[in-house]
């Protein structure tokens, strides 16, 4: 079974950092694609970002709203993924999902992690 | 990429029929094949119902429906049941390579 658990989320001040990590097991992380997905309160989910598999080199890509902020990374050795995510806005709050991309969509999710940004 | 509109709310009553729409624009939903849509309960994460426009995963009940016409999606809820109450978004994948979701609906079973 495919589970994903996320953690590292927090109270943090605008302008800070803070560090996501996604616990992976029941599948083979150097094959997949991962993303990060976030859900502001009351809101719709908006895609933060990817890392391509193995195969395709380990790339990046990002949304605009977070480029250059948010670092995504992984360790599949400890099947975890990461988000590293500097000068944070007060409108970056979020609860924060891993999620396995397959085939053009996100098809397993974690619980998710939230992430307050605020003074 | 600005979201993708759904309708704020609809509602039916148990084993009536109700349908939601999402409409985009030739940079996404009109010129993708990778339309999704996901049910999302109260503080659970979101769960993949439809794919690829038509698609149903392994497990997700044949009641449930997706279809596309020029840039409007949709997703059609059929006999519905207690349990399909909950936030429905589309999400569309693009041609710039990234994820665009809808504003959500909120599905009520009178």
């Known amino acids: 079974e495919v589970q994903l658990v996320e953690s590292g989320g927090g109270l943090v001040q605008p302008g800070g950092s803070l560090r996501l990590s996604c616990a992976t097991s029941?599948?083979?992380?150097?094959?997949?694609?991962m993303d990060w997905v976030r859900q502001a309160p009351g809101k719709g989910p908006e895609w933060v970002g990817r890392t391509t598999n193995k195969a395709n080199s380990y790339t990046t890509e990002y949304a605009a709203s977070v480029r250059g902020r948010f670092t995504i990374s992984r360790d599949d050795s400890k099947n975890s993924l990461y988000l590293q995510m500097n000068s944070l806005k007060t409108e970056d709050t979020a609860v924060y999902y891993c999620a396995t991309e397959y085939y053009y969509r996100l098809d397993a999710w974690g619980k998710g992690t939230t992430v307050t940004v605020s003074s | 990429q600005s979201a993708l509109t759904q309708p704020a709310s609809v509602s039916g009553s148990p084993g009536q029929s109700v349908t939601i729409s999402c409409t985009g624009s030739n940079i996404n939903v009109g010129g993708s094949k990778y339309v999704s849509w996901y049910q999302q309960h109260p503080g659970k994460a979101p769960k993949v119902m439809i794919y690829?426009?038509?698609n149903r995963p392994s497990g997700v009940s044949n009641r449930f429906f997706g279809s596309k016409s020029g840039n409007t999606a949709s997703l059609t809820i059929s006999g519905l049941q207690a349990e399909d109450e909950a936030d429905y978004y589309c999400?569309?994948?693009?041609?710039?390579?990234?994820?665009?979701f809808g504003t959500g609906t909120k599905v009520t079973v009178l």
């Open positions: 999400s569309s994948y693009t041609s710039s390579g990234s994820f665009v």
């Open positions: 029941g599948f083979i992380l150097t094959d997949y694609y």
């Open positions: 690829d426009v038509s």
